[in-house]
Each structure stands twice: as C-alpha cells, then as structure tokens.
C-alpha cells in the first residue's frame, strides 16, 4: 500500500540513468588529437598530467589514457570526472590534489583563462551540415558576422571557405587563453569581432551556430540591440531571436536587482577556483556590499542546488562569482535571487546606467577593466521598493577607514531608528533553531549496536 504512494527504495537505488547521451567516437586518435597532445607533454617535459573529462566523454577515457601512456611512457596520468563546478570549467581543484604539472581539459569549454596550471584544450567535435547553413545564411540580408561554438573550431578554416566571396560577412575566430589577438580586431567572449561593430541595430547582425544557452545569453545580453539568429545544429533550421523575448528575459534580471535591493543579508557564492582573477571579483563584492553596509557571508559548495542553499535560510540574496557561462543562473527553483556582479553594481551603483551593454564576464568589471565604473553611492537617505511597495533605508559608508559597527543611525524626521541586520537575528527570531543540547540534564546511557545493512533493506527487517 506504501508503495502506491512513494517510490520503492530497492527501485530508486536499481534505476538506470539514460538522461546522459554519449558521444560515439570511432577514431580516438583523431577525435581526441593524440599526436597533438603527445608533442604538448613532451615538448614542455610534464611528468604529471591531468587527464579532464565530461561526462559524455567519460566512457572514452581509458582508450586515451592508454595511448598517451603508451606514447609518454615516462609520465603518470590522472583521469577527472564530477567536476567541482561546471564542464566547461579547468577543474583546477582536483588536479592540485594529484599535484599535477598540467591540464588536458576536454569536451566544451567556456575558454576562461587559468593561471596557475599550464592547460591544454581538445574542443569535442560535433557533425556539422555546412551546405544547409549556406542556404539559411543566403536568405539573410546586411553585414553579417558569424560564429559559432567551440564544437565547430575543427571546421573554422571551411567555414571561412564557404564564404570568403562574400566581403558582407565576417567570420569570428575563437581566441584560446594566452593568445594574443591581433590590434585590428576586438576580443569579447574569447571571440575575434571587428572593431567597428557596435551595439546597434543598424551595426552587423549575428548569425550563432550552436545550442549553448548559457553562452548564447550572454552574448544576447551584452549585443541586446543587435539582429540575433541562432542556427540549431541539431535540428538543421534557424530561428530569429526577436528583441522582445531578449528584453523580457533582461526584465527577469531586472526584477532581481530590485530584489537585491530590499536584502539586508547577501552570500557571496564562489563558484570557480580556476578562472584568472576570481580571487580580485569576490574582493570586489566585498568592497561594494561594505559601503552600502550590508552583511555578506562567503560560501564555497561546488555545484549549486537547492538542499545545499536552504541550509542558510538567513541570507536573502547571493552574489555568484563564476565564468561567464555559468553566472546567469535561472534561480526560480532555488528559493532565494542568485544575481551576477553587474547586477550588484546595478543594485548599488548610481554610475552604472541600465540599458548599456550588460557585462556577464567579471574580468571587465575589475578596475583598469573596460568596464569598470567606480563605485557611487545614493545621495538619498530613503526610497520605495519596486516590489513590496515600502520604504527603505540607503545605508553607507562615506570614509574607507570608517570602522564598521553592529547597526547603523539613520535620521528620519528627526527620529533616530537603529537598524541590526545579522545573521544570528535570523536565526534568534525563527522557532526552530536545531537540536536543543540540554547540557547536564539527559541521562547519559551507553552506546548500542545500531541498524546494519542499507536503507533499501535492513538485517532486521522482515524479508518481503
């Protein structure tokens, strides 16, 4: 009768996980670029290496593994999998465990720079139907410029191929990390782009070749004036990404600035430990959320979801520090605002004006950064929430050397208001607070032979 109402426990552990689609790969060699990688090691003398795999590699692993040590017999190699982030990230973490030399990351990636370890990427390669893209690319009119994601860098010198007569195109290049761009060109998102191009509809349209959202709306967030039509591989068609569905997922991230704004408590989520000048971002938020006085509290959790977030009910809003693929985070499943560092700039900063390009990478946010604005403050001391309609405090500090203190006087029709915000208020003030230790008062017994066996079956429960 139970089990007509929940999930047989012998059943949830027995389940067969078919979500994941593998990638078939006939020649390792080729795929995987073996010799390419053999002369990588050799040439730079790396005893330790680091092999990193997703999970829809993963299953080629071994084969790689032993070719390389058959072709680097003088090295140890080290297979990573469960990333302690995201895929696309240098899980930079696990291989300091194994005290590797370098990184061999493979599959897609997201080409933020590392500092620490040397890496190499193998992009994974995906098919491609080039003439079906020319056929969609015809019926388009206007400058053009083409792109796609790091799957299809193997046919970069085709596609340049396919449309080399047509001077209303341009064909974009992916940037690796470390690589210099040459001056007549402009890099955003690790990708090569004229210089001349603006944020403008009446500037080039973008033609993406690719289904990677996360990618996909950042560069929609930061051109969101420009023409955007996104080929989909897998389905073979193309589609026009229209300015009013773009704008209504730009008034979704509105909404969570005002949410920033009327939060008292901030958590600052670290959610990279690889990508160059993290360590400068989180010191960045820190500054902001010091001046406008706000409590914020650092959490390092690996891969985000919702149980792990709901251990800390007291914050009300946090700030995500991670590479530009993952730092736009639909947080609508996880309780609470997750918001990216421009957006906290928006909440806080008067000098950053809503409408200009939306910055989803935190380097360009960074002092001597292109896009960094110093920090100014509210003049006001009062203004109304856009979301709860009430009145709230602007609280600051004018002076750096300024020592904080436990609250803050604010002057409100001559009425002095003390205001504490705290994490240990939250947790005063809510009626559950944990196991109660009542110290000096249980009687203590002496421990006993627990439950053996696993949760889908004890030793002592009956045998159904």
């Given at each position: 009768m139970v089990d007509a109402f929940s999930t047989n426990s012998l059943e949830t552990i027995e389940k067969q996980i078919n979500d994941l689609k593998l990638i078939e790969i006939t020649d390792i060699d080729s795929y995987f670029e073996i010799d390419r990688t053999t002369k990588w090691i050799l040439d730079n003398n790396f005893k330790r290496v680091a092999l990193q795999f997703p999970d829809e590699l993963l299953h080629s692993s071994v084969k790689v593994y032993s070719k390389l040590q058959l072709n680097c017999s003088e090295c140890s190699f080290f297979i990573l999998a469960d990333t302690s982030y995201g895929n696309c990230c240098v899980d930079l973490v696990a291989a300091e465990h194994y005290e590797a030399d370098c990184i061999i990351h493979y599959g897609h990636s997201c080409l933020s720079p590392v500092e620490k370890l040397p890496t190499l990427l193998i992009f994974d390669k995906s098919p491609l139907n080039l003439n079906s893209i020319n056929q969609e690319i015809d019926k388009l009119k206007g400058k053009l410029i083409v792109f796609y994601d790091v799957s299809y860098q193997y046919l970069h010198s085709e596609i340049v191929k396919l449309f080399q007569n047509n001077n209303e195109i341009f064909i974009s290049d992916i940037i690796l990390p470390g690589s210099v761009s040459p001056s007549e060109y402009k890099v955003l998102f690790s990708r090569r782009l004229p210089t001349d191009l603006k944020n403008s509809s009446d500037s080039y349209s973008f033609f993406y070749i690719g289904n990677k959202t996360s990618f996909k709306n950042g560069f929609l967030f930061y051109f969101n004036?420009?023409?955007?039509?996104?080929?989909d591989p897998e389905i073979g068609s193309c589609e026009e990404i229209l300015f009013n569905k773009t704008n209504r997922e730009l008034m979704k991230r509105y909404y969570l600035i005002e949410k920033a704004k009327d939060s008292a408590i901030f958590g600052i989520l670290i959610g990279t430990m690889s990508v160059a000048k993290y360590k400068d971002a989180i010191e960045h938020v820190s500054k902001i959320l010091k001046k406008v006085q706000k409590?914020?509290?650092?959490?390092l959790i690996g891969k985000l979801n919702c149980p792990k977030l709901n251990n800390f009910m007291e914050v009300d809003t946090y700030v995500l520090v991670a590479c530009n693929e993952n730092s736009l985070i639909d947080s609508k499943e996880l309780n609470k605002p997750?918001?990216?560092i421009y957006e906290l700039e928006m909440a806080?900063?008067?000098?950053?004006?809503?409408?200009e390009e939306y910055v989803v990478d935190f380097k360009h946010l960074l002092e001597n950064s292109e896009h960094y604005v110093?920090?100014?403050?509210?003049?006001?001391e009062s203004d109304v929430s856009l979301?709860?309609?009430?009145?709230?405090?602007?609280?600051?500090?004018d002076n750096e050397t300024k020592e904080e203190t436990e609250s803050a006087l604010l002057s409100r029709d001559k009425t002095l208001i003390v205001q504490n915000y705290s994490a240990s208020d939250f947790l005063r003030n809510r009626s559950w607070t944990g196991l109660e230790q009542n110290l000096g008062q249980d009687e203590i017994k002496k421990a006993i032979e627990g439950t053996k066996g696993i949760a889908a079956g004890y030793e002592s429960e009956p045998i159904k």
């Open positions: 004036k420009n023409k955007f039509y996104q080929y409590r914020y509290y650092s959490f997750i918001i990216t806080f900063n008067c000098a950053r004006l809503w409408g110093p920090l100014k403050l509210s003049e006001q979301i709860t309609g009430e009145s709230r405090f602007n609280r600051r500090v």
